[in-house]
Nanobody, 123 residues
Framework: VQLQASGGGLVQAGDSLRISCAAS?????MGWFRQAPGKEREFVAG????????YYADSVKGRFTISRDAAKNTINLQMNSLKLEDTAVYYC????????????????????WGQGTLVTVSS
């Protein structure tokens, strides 16, 4: 399965940006991770096939919204009120197996990864 992320760019603090990820096949769980310069990759948000209960990292809760278009095997991440610390390469990930929502933040759960899209937030 191939994942293609798009939509990254340069924005100012407080702005909004939407990034997307298209999968070449249907996946059960899809999510976003990010890696800032000099830091380890971290979980951002995850969503199951039903899209009923998305799961967010505390650092983005209330500012970011993950959504899913099951028919198109696509997920989106709407990022509002962006902060300097949101600057990172954002990676989409997915896997075919059903998982508990509380496991969405585990990198090892995901079998497929996209190439990443860079989001830069400037002051």
């Amino acid at each position: 399965v191939q994942l293609q992320a798009s939509g990254g760019g340069l924005v100012q603090a407080g702005d909004s940006l939407r990034i997307s990820c298209a999968a070449s096949a249907e996946l059960s769980v899809m999510g976003w991770f990010r890696q800032a310069p000099g830091k380890e990759r971290e979980f951002v948000a995850g969503i199951g096939r039903s899209a009923i209960n998305p799961y967010y990292a505390d650092s983005v809760k209330g500012r970011f919204t993950i959504s899913r278009d099951a028919a198109k095997n696509t997920i989106n991440l709407q990022m509002n009120s962006l902060k300097l610390e949101d600057t990172a390469v954002y990676y989409c990930a997915g896997q075919r197996m059903f998982s508990r929502i509380t496991d969405y933040d585990r990198e090892s759960m995901y079998h497929y990864w996209g190439q990443g899209t860079l989001v830069t937030v400037s002051s």
